[in-house]
C-alpha cells in the first residue's frame, strides 16, 4: 500500500471514529495543557521546563496508550468503554512512561546532530508504542523490534510522517505568529488543539503497523 492510501485509510477512520477519539483523549490533552500552563506561570523557567517534561511524561503514555488500545479494538469491530481503556492504559503507563522518556531522548539528540539522525530514529522506532501496547513488550524489547519491523519500509513510513508533521507544523507557526503572547486561557486552547491533532499521527503509524506487521507475522 503507498503512503497515499494509508493516509486516506487513516482519515477515513478518523472521521467515522472522531466523536469516540474525542471522548478518549481530549479531557487529558487539555488537562495536560492546563498543567503545563500551571507550570509556566508559577515557577522559575528553569524549573518550569524540568516540570514540563514531567508532566509530559505522565500524561502523553495516558491519552496515546489508551487511543492505541481503541484503534487495535475498533479494527476488530469491538466498541470499548472509555474507562475501561483508560483503566488498561494506566496499568500499562510505568513502561511507555520508561520508552517515551528513552525514545524522546534519542530523538532530540537526533535531531541536534544535524536533523537527520532525528529523523531516522523517529521513523525507526515508529511502532516500538503499539509494540508495547498490543505485544506486551517491555520498552527496550519494543525499540528493537521496531527496528526489525522498520527495515526495508523507511521511506514509505517516512513519507505518511512528513505529510502529516509538516502541516502541523506549519500551523504551529501560524499560529505562533498570530498570537505570539497568549492569554493562559488562550494558550491552553492553542496546547489542547495542536496536541490534539498530532494524535492523527498515531493513527497513520497504526495504519502502517497493522500493514508491515501483519505481513511480518505471516511470513
Known amino acids: 500500500m503507498n503512503p497515499l492510501d494509508v493516509l486516506r485509510d487513516s482519515f477515513r477512520f478518523t472521521q467515522r471514529n472522531l466523536g469516540a477519539i474525542v471522548q478518549l483523549c481530549l479531557p487529558l490533552v487539555i488537562l495536560e495543557a492546563l498543567l503545563q500552563q500551571v507550570i509556566e506561570h508559577t515557577l ?39 474507562k475501561d481503556l483508560w483503566a488498561t492504559a494506566l496499568t500499562l503507563w510505568p513502561r511507555f512512561a520508561v520508552l517515551t522518556a528513552i525514545s524522546t531522548l534519542l530523538v532530540w ?76 486561557m488562550l494558550a491552553t486552547v492553542l496546547d489542547s488543539a495542536q496536541s490534539f491533532l498530532q494524535l492523527f499521527t498515531s493513527v497513520v503509524l497504526f495504519r502502517l503497523f497493522m500493514l508491515i506487521g501483519g505481513d511480518a507475522d505471516a511470513r
Not at 523557567?45 to 479494538?73: E, H, K, N, Q, T
Not at 528493537?144 to 522498520?150: G, P
Open 44 to 82: 522559575a523557567p528553569d524549573a518550569s521546563r524540568a516540570y514540563s517534561i514531567v508532566v509530559g511524561l505522565v500524561m502523553y503514555p495516558l491519552y496515546v496508550g489508551a487511543l492505541i488500545l481503541f484503534l487495535d479494538a475498533r479494527t476488530r469491530g469491538d466498541s470499548p468503554r472509555t
Open 109 to 184: 539528540l537526533g535531531l541536534s546532530l544535524f536533523y537527520l539522525p532525528g529523523l531516522w530514529l523517529m521513523v525507526v522506532l515508529g511502532f516500538a508504542e503499539y509494540l508495547l501496547v498490543l505485544r506486551g513488550l517491555s520498552a527496550l524489547g519494543a525499540m528493537q523490534e521496531s527496528l526489525r519491523l522498520t527495515r526495508g519500509h523507511f521511506w514509505r513510513i517516512l513519507v505518511c510522517l512528513l505529510c502529516v508533521m509538516t502541516p502541523l507544523l506549519l500551523l504551529k507557526e501560524a499560529t505562533d505568529a498570530v498570537y505570539p503572547n497568549p492569554s493562559p
